[in-house]
């Protein structure tokens, strides 16, 4: 199995630009997380999917941010327009009723400048 | 909202010895997860807990969750250069209601460095 893929690890982009970030879940699982971790805040939980629907989005931290998972093995996040203060590691994570625990991808790195 | 505490924040422990790691949880846990982060890297997932008095173990690695369910410890038993990393303790918000997943409430994390 190829474990939860994101893309891209790194990204460097100026104040104001669109940043999307990519997630690939496990194959077969039903839920998808969306979890931003900074040293200040340690990693915080934006929103999740449950069979492609939003459960809960109330992390999210402004309007700026949204997210969407169009079918059961992708999802996007996009940051719209960045700042530097969403700099930050975002990491996608998913799981399956027949698993125990959610399960992490690598991670991106987002710096905006 | 659920909060948790992780304790020590950082732990700097001599190769071969034991350590234990505190998760202390605002509220009642319906299900507590360990996970260690390796420095640039994702979280890997180490066991999960969910009745009060339950035990679990992974190689050397031990967590236990209370009888009153609002905290869990980690202990290391022979620590060893691998071990190094950041262990955070994660919490189910709610119990589970069957329709899926939660997402969770993670600790600060605890900095584990491992002196030869």
């Known amino acids: 199995d190829a474990g939860v893929i994101q893309s891209p690890r790194h990204e460097v982009t100026e104040m104001g630009q669109e940043v999307t970030l990519r997630c690939k879940p496990i194959s077969g699982h039903n839920s998808l997380f969306w979890y931003r971790q900074t040293m200040m805040r340690g990693l915080e939980l934006l929103i999740y999917?449950?069979?492609?629907?939003?459960?809960?989005d109330s992390g999210m931290p402004e309007d700026r941010f949204s997210a969407k998972m169009p079918n059961a093995s992708f999802s996007t996040l996009k940051i719209q327009p960045s700042e530097p203060r969403d700099s930050a590691v975002y990491f996608c994570?998913?799981?399956?009723?027949?698993?125990?625990?959610?399960?992490f991808g690598p991670g991106t790195r987002l710096t905006v400048l | 909202s659920q909060e948790l505490e992780q304790s020590p924040q950082s732990l700097i422990v001599q190769e071969g010895k034991n350590l234990t790691i505190n998760c202390t949880s605002s509220?009642?846990?319906?299900?507590l997860y360990w996970y260690k982060q390796k420095y640039g890297e994702g979280l890997i997932f180490l066991m999960m807990?969910?009745?009060?008095?339950e035990e679990k173990s992974h190689e050397k690695i031990t967590a236990k969750l209370d009888e009153k369910k609002q905290q869990s410890s980690l202990h290391i038993t022979a620590s060893q250069p691998s071990h190094a990393g950041i262990y955070l303790c994660g919490a189910d918000p709610r119990p589970p209601s069957g329709g899926g997943a939660d997402g969770l409430t993670f600790g600060k994390g605890t900095h584990l460095i491992i002196q030869p």
């Open positions: 509220k009642t846990l319906y299900g």
């Open positions: 999917f449950n069979n492609n629907v939003p459960i809960d």
């Open positions: 994570a998913s799981s399956s009723i027949l698993a125990i625990g959610q399960f």
């Open positions: 807990l969910q009745k009060g008095g």
